[in-house]
């Protein structure tokens, strides 16, 4: 008979720990998703079809994908830029830097979005100046990338700081030191060092620019078919009855934050050496 | 090349200070500097090569004065105590990167990139390596591939930041002989940090002791130890 390892716990323990952490798991993550996708479904493929393809879940579609594609590559700027700065070089407000690119993490969405209309909207502070100049923000494009923006900034920075704070600058001093130009050190040098923690934060960065409701809504004045995003669109199904539509939308949704999970894993698995070398 | 470092002083947070340092190097010399950590030994280094700005001062190369010039146009070799290897590149690209960044119309081709590489190699005596990445070798293997990659450009200078620290006893002896022979080979000009006064007795023409940020003596190993110029050298190679 094999010994018993004396510092493991009793197997009893070990099932009971590993039982709890899957129903809690399925409970909280899994039922949820399966409930959208059967709801999503509940009336075959052609209503699904038929959910997603109308003009206005069209429109929201293509809506949320631009929204996307302009907040994530300035967040992506921003982000490299910041996690630079902070890691590379000490100056004064270092510390409140750091600080305050946590914000949007601990701001209510909610707030967020009404900073946007206090500042552009017609009573705003700049309202009168922008209705003037025709100018639209509020409840048009550019208000909705804002908002996305100021929600998605700190992912990939987050991402990026402790990264590069670990790296330090010998890499690069190193590069400088054979010749290399600045550009010519960032392009070769840094940016395969941090490339694995940039495609995370770009992803986290994406699915959230994607999903988010909160200080959208508030920025966005709902107008269906022309300022809807994916995640407005489902509530405005939702409140109007019409389930099967809503919960269509709702599965795209949650279809690209699982191709989302997917690539990460992917990436992860692809660089498996790198990511155990580097440790 | 001789290297002349008149006068310079450095007082910050994130090294050392140093304190009107003054310094000849004579044309093809091995010079050690050596100290105890905090002296501004490692401060030195990096002001010659262009890593940091002297508060006051010059550095001169030959007739040179090259305070004012980045660490890219001064035409110098640098190696890191700890490497400081690409890790995504080989040990090829990585000897070759020196020379795959240089303005279009001076670059070499790549196939001259890589021939320069595996000469680079036998050199340091790690020929056929080239295709290996720098996880794949020992620390004493990187640093053979740091100093391979260091030459590429073909420096009159090359100066090492505690080559050797991260190395043990038995690595560090075989690559004090082959940086000696190197040198020699090459006919450079180099400067050596380090804290360990045997290794700087073994390799150095001339040992460079170096206190708080004070020069305490400059001399060949030989005079250092029959006349140590202050109680603080006596105490130190005590």
Known sequence: ?279 | MGIRVQGISKSFAAYPALNAVSLEIADGEFVALLGPSGSGKTTLLRIIAGLEMPETGEIWFGDRNVTETSIASRGIGFVFQHYALFGHMTVAENIGFGLSVMKRSQRPSRSEIRTRANELLELVQLPGLGDRFPSQLSGGQRQRVALARALAREPRILLLDEPFGALDAKVRRELRGALRTIHNELKLTSIFVTHDHEEAFELADRVTLLNQGQVEQVDTPAAVRERPATPWVRDFLA
């Not at chain 1, 997603?52 to 429109?59: F, I, K, L, Q, T």
């Not at chain 1, 409140?96 to 009404?114: A, C, Q, Y």
């Not at chain 1, 890499?171 to 400088?176: G, H, K, M, Q, S």
Request: aromatic residues 10%; charged residues 15%; glycine residues 8%.
């Open chain 1, 1 to 279: 008979m094999a010994r018993r390892s004396n510092l493991r716990e009793p197997a009893i323990v070990k099932a009971l720990l590993i039982i709890a952490a899957l129903s809690y798991i399925g409970l909280m993550l899994l039922l949820p998703l399966g409930v959208v996708l059967t709801e999503a479904l509940h009336d075959g493929w052609a209503a699904w079809l038929a959910g997603v393809s109308e003009p206005d879940a069209r429109s929201a579609i293509k809506l949320t994908l631009l929204v996307a594609a302009i907040a994530v590559p300035l967040n992506v700027v921003f982000g490299i830029a910041a996690a630079w700065a902070i890691s590379k070089y000490n100056f004064r407000g270092k510390i409140i830097l750091v600080t305050l690119i946590e914000l949007p993490f601990s701001v209510s969405p909610v707030v967020s979005g009404l900073v946007f209309v206090l500042l552009f909207g017609a009573q705003g502070w700049f309202g009168e100046w922008l209705i003037a100049h025709d100018v639209e923000i509020i409840f048009a494009l550019p208000g909705l990338v804002l908002a996305t923006v100021f929600i998605t900034l700190p992912f990939v920075a987050r991402q990026l700081i402790p990264l590069m704070t670990a790296q330090g600058r010998q890499d690069e001093e190193a590069a400088l030191s054979l010749g290399a130009s600045g550009w010519q050190t960032f392009w070769h040098v840094t940016l395969p060092n941090i490339r694995m923690g940039l495609l995370y934060g770009v992803l986290l960065c994406n699915a959230r620019a994607m999903g988010e409701f909160g200080a959208v809504s508030v920025v966005s004045g709902h107008i269906r078919g022309e300022t809807n995003t994916m995640p407005l669109h489902v509530e405005v199904l939702y409140n109007e009855y019409n389930f099967t539509a809503a919960f269509a939308v709702a599965s795209l949704l949650a279809l690209l934050a699982l191709v989302t999970l997917a690539l990460k894993s992917a990436l992860e698995w692809r660089y498996r050496d790198q990511i155990a070398a580097r440790g």
